[in-house]
């Protein structure tokens, strides 16, 4: 019986270092994993970042690859999290042209009932924010396209788990706060 | 108040290298390094730097000298071309968890981007072959970084680290002051051992009737020869042997079963399908020595003793694993073992290699064809050497019957590339061990194809008047490409033969003491010629041309499938 690909978010929270995106990325390169989306960022912990890494593949294989992460000199520690086990967000930015939003009456609603952002208005065009899942930003994009999108962006996933991490013990920092 | 006095980064490395104890480097020199060959020529009674032949001939030295002394091995190149030259060596050391730290010479910072004369990005390049690397723009941070380099370089399980340091790095001035590294937060070099898993695993072992170890160079890197055979012995349990393992336990040890994989012994192969206990000691279950991992050991439980985390079900799903160094778990364990024989169990394995022996052994080392046969070259080898020498291999048939022949008496005696398989190897290893183990007879045993991917490091053999002994079995033939299309590719021999130069020639060429036979009559007495000499030797073989080595077990088959013809 083969194992099924599964969707899988990897914490990864590192040292600050030039090279460790290199070598993280390699590891995946190396056993021909794509990473479907990875933001890096400053973690909750004074100089310790994050890496956020989402990425399809079985369970066997994300345990392979978070031992293989964890190896790294730089990095304190790695974990991988189903989507039931974290809270996950993406947000997306729609450029449309202004003349749209002033002629067609629908864009109005659509952004209501959306529940997105109006970011800017120009005379040219405007920005719209929403951030949510996949799927939010995706209809979205659906119902705006045929008003004509100038750029469409979304970031990679920031996600928190519902279980705690625990690197501050990993550390040994004291962090009552 | 005492006024500092400032060096510079180029200084700073030397001395840096001195408080970590080195006093021997193979490198090459260029543009990018040149002010630290600067300060090596003033510290030249303190560190002796090698000049090899090539760049990646200085790191297989470096690895040789590592292998055999435990300690690090230090290679220093120029920026470019030089940089990529240690990729291969680097990529051998990754794989084999040899510790070695590589200094590189990088353009000026403000140079670093601008595909500057002789700039490659050598951090991006040797990334996923280091266990860490690390480009230096000031002088300040060289203390700091070098003492990290060789902490990690030789911590937990060993590997290859690459510093780049740009030129004006090298020139800047700064203030020297060292202390070692002995930790870094967020490396765990030694993981803890559970006391439960000790336990299970101690259990299964006082339960088993039918054991199996099967050990790797964890043994040889956790200095924990001792351990080992204190645990073997009490348990009684017959061990058999990684490539990489070889020399851990003397060749004649009653419980030493041989060796496993792809061309190990009949007995260990077969029986790992037999077994209902797989003990695996500080190896990582390569697919050359598993075979086909469907059918690999299926019937039993398996422990795995392991410094490394990541191996622990990389490729063989295990029932306990032990983390932890062999030198500490295996005295743990040995508290909670009974003390046991395994005598029908081990006679098993006798009565598989008598099989072996009447096969195919008996033929390799009393050969009734004419033709001289590898195994019976290091037949005479071991003769002359009473198993006291250190082997050094290269890749091939003759790497595989040297490994399957040689007899050790002594740990850290065997030297071969065994995880990258790296042809050219052999050569420059055999210089770097006998500069690390001088008192030592360093007999190096080379095909006739690798012989020629570092055979210019002749020129540094002779240049360093090592004693090394250089035999090269000369079948005219990539011979283990060659076996392959014989058995696999119905005898298509694509690009398999060697027209071969004079040996002799080219060795006397490099003032080296050279001799070829190839005449059973002359063997015993070459050998003995060559292992009485003080200097540096070559001998060259001619072989059978069209031999092939067995057992095997084809790819994709099952250990216990292995072929004896
Ligand atoms: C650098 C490198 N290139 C290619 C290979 C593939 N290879 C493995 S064994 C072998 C033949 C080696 O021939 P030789 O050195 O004459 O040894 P023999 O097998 O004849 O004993 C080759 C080409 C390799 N291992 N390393
Ligand atoms: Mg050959």
Redo the contacts between chains.
């Keep these: 019986m083969s194992e099924l690909n599964n969707t899988y978010t990897i914490s990864v929270y ?2 600050n270092n ?2 460790l995106l ?2 993280i990325s ?1 590891i995946f390169l ?1 056993r021909h994993i794509s990473i479907e989306s990875l933001t890096t960022s400053q973690s909750e912990i004074e100089n310790i970042f994050r890496f956020i890494i989402v990425v399809s593949i079985t369970k ?1 294989r994300v ?2 690859v978070i ?2 992460i ?2 790294q ?4 520690a790695a974990f991988y999290h189903s989507n039931e086990e974290t809270i996950f967000l993406e947000t997306a930015l729609y450029k449309v042209k202004s003349k749209s939003l002033f002629n067609e009456k629908t864009i109005q609603k659509i952004i209501k009932n959306s529940q997105a952002n109006i970011v800017t208005v120009s005379p040219e065009y405007f920005v719209i924010e929403k951030t949510g899942w996949r799927k939010d930003t995706e209809k979205l994009y659906d119902e705006l396209e045929p008003y004509g999108l100038l750029q469409f962006v979304r970031s990679g996933r920031i996600s928190v788990s519902k279980e705690p991490m625990n690197i501050s013990n990993i ?2 920092l004291n962090t009552d706060k | 108040m005492s006024e500092i006095t400032k060096i510079s980064g180029a200084e700073a490395v030397i001395k840096s290298l001195l408080k970590e104890g080195v006093d021997l480097i193979y490198g090459y020199p260029g543009g990018a390094i040149m002010p630290i060959y600067d300060e090596l020529h003033k510290y030249e009674d303190k560190l002796n730097h090698v000049l090899t032949r090539h760049e990646q001939g200085a790191t297989h030295a470096a690895q040789g000298f590592a292998r055999v002394t435990g300690k690090v091995g230090v290679v220093m190149a120029t920026s470019g071309p030089g940089a990529t030259n240690l990729v291969t060596g680097i990529a051998d050391a990754q794989i084999d968890s040899t510790p070695m730290v590589c200094i590189t010479g990088q353009v000026a910072s403000h140079l670093l981007g601008s595909d500057a004369f002789q700039e490659t990005d050598i ?2 390049i040797s ?2 072959v280091t ?5 230096v723009t000031k002088a300040s941070e060289i203390p700091e970084v070098l003492a990290k380099a060789f902490y ?1 370089a030789k911590s937990g399980r060993p590997g290859p680290v690459l510093i780049d340091i740009t030129k004006d790095a090298q020139f800047e001035l700064m203030e020297f002051s060292y202390s070692k590294c002995k930790t ?4 765990t070099p030694v993981p803890n051992y559970s006391i439960k898993q000790l336990k299970k695993a101690a259990e299964l072992i006082n339960n088993a009737k039918k054991p199996l170890i099967v050990f790797g160079q964890g043994v040889i890197l956790g200095n924990a020869e001792t351990e080992f055979k204190n645990f073997i012995e009490k348990t009684g349990i017959p061990s058999a042997w990684t490539i990489l393992g070889l020399s851990a336990l003397p060749s004649d040890h009653p419980l030493n079963v041989g060796m496993v994989g792809m061309h190990g012994n009949y007995g260990p192969n077969v029986l790992t399908n037999q077994c209902d206990l797989l003990i695996a000691v500080g190896m990582r279950f390569d697919d050359r020595v598993t075979g086909n991992l469907d059918t690999y050991a299926k019937q039993a439980k398996i422990i795995h003793f392991d410094i ?3 191996e ?3 490729t063989v799903e295990v029932d306990v694993p032990v983390l932890g160094t062999v030198k500490e778990t295996l005295p743990e364990i040995l508290k909670l073992v009974n003390k046991n024989n395994h005598q029908n169990w081990l006679g098993k394995f006798h009565s598989l290699y008598e099989k072996e022996y009447s096969k195919v052994i008996k033929e390799e080392l009393h050969p009734t064809k004419e033709g001289l046969s590898m195994a019976e070259v290091v037949k005479e080898i071991n003769i002359a050497s009473k198993g006291n020498a250190i082997i050094i291999t290269d890749v091939g048939q003759h790497q595989m019957v040297a490994c399957r022949y040689a007899k050790f008496n002594e740990s850290k005696s065997n030297v071969t590339s065994g995880g990258l398989g790296t042809m050219g190897f052999a050569l420059p290893a055999a210089l770097g061990a006998k500069m690390g183990a001088p008192e030592r007879e360093v007999v190096a045993i080379i095909g006739d194809g690798g012989f020629q991917m570092t055979i210019q490091e002749l020129g540094t053999i002779f240049q360093t008047g090592s004693a090394v002994k250089i035999v090269v079995l000369n079948n005219n033939y990539l011979g283990m490409v060659r076996q392959w299309q014989e058995m696999f590719f119905e005898k298509r021999y694509a690009s398999t033969e060697l027209v071969n130069p004079d040996f002799v020639t080219i060795a006397k060429g490099y003032y080296i003491e050279a001799k070829k036979v190839s005449k059973r009559e002359e063997l015993k007495s070459s050998i003995e010629l060559m292992m009485n000499s003080k200097k540096p030797f070559f001998l060259e073989v001619s072989v059978e041309k069209e031999h092939n080595v067995f057992p095997m077990i084809p790819t994709g088959a099952s250990v216990s499938d292995i072929r004896l013809d």
């Design positions: 590192t040292e030039l090279g290199n070598r390699a190396k066997s345990e392979r031992k293989q964890e190896k000199i730089e990095v304190i550390l040994g | 951090i991006g990334s996923p266990k860490w690397n690390c480009q990690i870094i937060r967020s490396y490394d985390p990541a622990i079900n990389k």
